[in-house]
């Protein structure tokens, strides 16, 4: 099974500042064929199932703010958020679906500072 | 609007078993791959299992194999899980989730809780 290891586990930011989660996978998620990356970032409200934020690694679903982007490849991605918003305030879990199981990393907590 | 709507959680005794449904609406349900996914404070979110459209392709989690069922009936619009041999790591709030062309969960329900305790 791929394993997905996020870091930190928890963090709290300032409004309007930038928060910033990392995202590693015990082995690629880019599938070379179609230089996709297989990686997905959801955000989870308390007391509400997760909602998809980011999938491919990089491309936002429709209706989520441009201040939520992602990156990297192969194994180490981030989930950017700028101009922390009070709405923000969640945890949030990168997956991969590069392969079955599908994984989820352990989430990372996200506060107001 | 698509919506998924969980139910048939509850208490149970180790051993014992419950069935979980999921009812679906707003989209065309036969058309699409779904997935049973858990919730704990300790092990986080774990997918459990998943089902085709056809119900023809079906995968389990290691943690469940043997135990679990993942089922669905597309004229009813609804997906199953039946869980028997239950034990108290088994309890957690249990999503189903709509997959996305055989990528992301598009959609998730908003979960049905499940308690295994003696």
């Known amino acids: 099974d791929i394993v997905m290891t996020q870091s930190p586990d928890s963090l709290a930011v300032s409004l309007g500042e930038r928060a910033t989660i990392d995202c590693k996978s015990s082995?690629?998620?880019?599938?070379?064929?179609?230089?996709?990356?297989?990686l997905a970032w959801y955000q989870q409200k308390p007391g509400q199932p997760p909602k998809l934020l980011i999938s491919?690694?990089?491309t936002r679903e429709s209706g989520v703010p441009d201040r939520f982007s992602g990156s990297g490849s192969g194994t180490d991605f981030t989930l950017t958020i700028t101009s922390l918003q009070a709405d923000d305030v969640a945890v949030y879990y990168c997956q991969q679906y590069y392969t079955t199981p599908r994984t989820f990393g352990q989430g990372t907590k996200v506060e107001i500072k | 609007e698509v919506q998924l709507v969980e139910s048939g959680g509850g208490w149970v005794q180790p051993g014992g078993s419950l069935r979980l449904s999921c009812a679906a609406s707003?989209?065309?349900?036969?058309?699409?791959?779904m997935n049973w996914v858990r919730q704990t404070p300790g092990k986080g979110l774990e997918w459990l299992s998943y089902?085709?459209?056809?119900?023809?392709?079906?995968y389990y989690a290691d943690s469940v194999k043997g135990r679990f069922t993942i089922s669905r009936d597309n004229a009813k619009k609804s997906l199953y899980l039946q869980m028997n041999s239950l034990r108290a790591e088994d309890t957690a709030v249990y999503y189903c989730?709509?997959?996305?062309?055989?990528?992301?969960?598009?959609?998730w329900g908003q979960g049905t809780l499940v308690t295994v305790s003696s």
């Open positions: 491919w690694a990089s």
């Open positions: 089902i085709s459209g056809s119900g023809n392709t079906i």
């Open positions: 082995q690629t998620v880019l599938f070379i064929s179609n230089n996709k990356n297989y």
């Open positions: 707003g989209f065309t349900f036969s058309s699409y791959e």
């Open positions: 989730a709509r997959e996305e062309m055989a990528t992301t969960y598009g959609y």
